[in-house]
């Protein structure tokens, strides 16, 4: 997975037609987290530890123990530290490593054409496999390395554009977790047309 960990370059950030993501700072510097690029063919992603153990561990419980979710306080650290806005959460909470969500791409009619999809993980970390669309199947079109990443307790992915168009996720079975997670994945979308 290291081949497409990327740290910033401060060389990058000048000019260029993408908007570099947030640099990294200090771990303990909540305005400018440590942040890890992963990149392929297709693949923007941002990951970096967005809460530190004791108040990830005090946002888990929270979220263990409400009958409803209060995500308010998560997603407007998400926006702060991301610069982007978000206007719904998808909650899911995996009891355990056999709790798992198949390879899929987040492509809702719903959702903000460009608009990237923040995902915070509290409670046990968890492997997140990213595999190409082109590389998929019995009669893959070709051959594209599949991108492994641990969301830990109190992380941020990002899901920038164009990942979505260009690669699925899935969050495989763990049968040796034996703790629960709670994922709230923060997306723009649409306002409904009546």
């Known amino acids: ?12 950030l000048q000019g260029g037609g ?20 992963l990149r392929a063919e297709g693949l923007s992603c ?18 263990e123990q409400e009958v409803e979710y209060f995500t308010e306080r998560v997603r407007d650290r998400v926006c702060e530290v ?32 460009g608009s990237p999809i923040a995902s915070v993980s509290f409670g046990a970390c968890r492997d997140f496999i990213f595999r ?24 941020l992915l990002m899901m920038n554009p164009p990942t979505n168009t260009h690669w699925y996720h899935s969050l495989p079975i763990r049968k040796r977790v034996l703790a629960p997670r709670v994922n709230l994945t923060f997306r723009k979308i649409l306002p409904t047309k009546k």
């Not at 997975?1 to 990058?12: E, H, S």
């Not at 908007?19 to 909540?30: F, I, M, N, Q, V």
């Not at 941002?46 to 979220?63: C, H, N, P, S, W």
């Not at 669309?133 to 991108?147: A, I, L, N, Q």
């Open 18 to 37: 993408e908007e570099p993501a947030p640099t990294g700072g200090a771990s303990g510097d909540l305005k400018s987290p440590d942040w890890r690029h």
């Open 46 to 63: 941002d990951y970096t530890v967005l809460f530190g153990k004791a108040e990830a561990d005090k946002i888990f419980r929270e979220l």
């Open 132 to 155: 190409h669309k082109d590389s998929r199947g019995k009669r893959p079109r070709r051959t594209v390395e599949v991108v492994r990443l641990q969301l830990a307790h109190g992380s």
């Open 82 to 113: 991301t610069g982007q806005t978000f206007n719904f959460v998808l909650v899911n909470r995996y009891k355990d490593g056999c709790d798992h969500i198949g390879e899929h791409r987040d492509d809702e009619r719903e959702l903000a054409p």
């Open 1 to 12: 997975m290291d081949k497409f960990l990327v740290r910033p370059d401060l060389r990058d």
